[in-house]
T-cell receptor, first 114, second 115 residues
Framework: GDSVTQMEGPVTLSEEAFLTINCTYT??????LFWYVQYPGEGLQLLLK?????DKGSNKGFEATYRKETTSFHLEKGSVQVSDSAVYFC?????????????FGRGTSLIVHP | KAGVTQTPRYLIKTRGQQVTLSCSPI?????VSWYQQTPGQGLQFLFE???????NKGNFPGRFSGRQFSNSRSEMNVSTLELGDSALYLC??????????????FGPGTRLTVL
């Protein structure tokens, strides 16, 4: 079945450091890829998405590029802030026998220190 | 525009009981999906309803069921509760089905504890 693998956390950074959270996937067909963020005590929010190969999703300084050849969708940000501290989920939806089952990674906790 | 609301926010039940959780999607959204979130298994898809019909289903036993009403509100039922059902249950709504690649808007979740 489909799967999403994220790097284990927590990732701990100082403010203004560069962030990379790795995400790789296994899927049949051509999935759409997403990054969601969950702030403490809140539900998940969509951060960015890409629906086809070589698409780049971006939002709030975060970026991720859909790499079909490496089946990856790594999340990057050039300069993190304390307010970026949250849990980040990589996800995909892909067709499977006429159905679309959303599949999420385990989540990566990011902690940013001042 | 009001977000996705879930009730109740917290629930404590004992083994063998059943429970019903409710989700009200964003106005105009016709798709509602349910997820179970646990520290051990992460976020797992339960099922999706669109226009009162179940469109997609994850790999959960038949004790987990749901339905959607004509106003798009959805309920999820878990019968014969087990300790392992303790989790945060998240509801998400979108304009179209997950197959359309639409953004899903998540509610704050219902925290279910089974004793």
């Amino acid at each position: 079945g489909d799967s999403v693998t994220q790097m284990e956390g927590p990732v701990t950074l100082s403010e203004e450091a560069f962030l990379t959270i790795n995400c790789t996937y296994t899927a049949t067909g051509y999935p759409s890829l997403f990054w969601y963020v969950q702030y403490p005590g809140e539900g998940l929010q969509l951060l960015l998405k890409a629906t086809k190969a070589d698409d780049k999703g971006s939002n709030k300084g975060f970026e991720a590029t859909y790499r079909k050849e490496t089946t990856s969708f790594h999340l990057e940000k050039g300069s993190v802030q304390v307010s970026d501290s949250a849990v980040y989920f990589c996800a995909l939806t892909a067709p499977s026998g006429g159905s679309y089952i959303p599949t999420f990674g385990r989540g990566t906790s990011l902690i940013v220190h001042p | 525009k009001a977000g996705v609301t879930q009730t109740p926010r917290y629930l404590i039940k004992t083994r063998g009981q059943q429970v019903t959780l409710s989700c009200s999607p964003i106005s105009g959204h016709r798709s509602v999906s349910w997820y179970q979130q646990t520290p051990g298994q992460g976020l797992q898809f339960l099922f999706e309803y669109f226009s009162e019909t179940q469109r997609n289903k994850g790999n959960f036993p038949g004790r987990f069921s749901g339905r959607q009403f004509s106003n798009s509100r959805s309920e999820m039922n878990v019968s014969t509760l087990e300790l392992g059902d303790s989790a945060l249950y998240l509801c998400a709504s979108s304009l179209r089905t997950s197959g359309d690649g639409d953004e899903q808007f998540f509610g704050p979740g219902t925290r279910l504890t089974v004793l």
